[in-house]
């Protein structure tokens, strides 16, 4: 089993841009600290031989309890 831990609270993938230069236009997704972290810790536990035959994939994500908002009138 592969097991990769990433500490932090999740954060949503942006949407793709689109940018016109002298190549034409071109897309591109910003990435955030959240997604570096991520992409540095899969990549730390990558195996050195591809996976193959069926995969099974579970995640779990943890957040932060939010805050109790309180009622005004």
Same mark, same amino acid.
Request: hydrophobic share 40%; glycine share 8%; net charge positive.
């Given at each position: ?5 990433? +500490? ?5 993938? @942006?949407?793709? !841009? ?6 034409? &236009? =071109? #897309?591109? +997704? ?5 997604? @570096?972290?991520? !992409? ?6 990558? &195996? =050195? #031989? ?19 908002? =309180?009622?005004?009138?």
């Amino acid at each position: 089993m592969l097991v990769v831990w990433v +500490s932090g609270v999740p954060e949503s993938q @942006a949407r793709p !841009r689109v940018v016109f230069g002298r190549g034409g &236009p =071109r #897309a591109y +997704s910003p990435k955030t600290a959240w997604f @570096a972290a991520v !992409r540095s810790a899969a990549m730390g536990r990558r &195996p =050195r #031989a591809p996976l193959d035959g069926p995969l099974e994939l579970r995640v779990e994500f943890y957040f932060p309890r939010r805050q109790r908002e =309180r009622d005004f009138w």
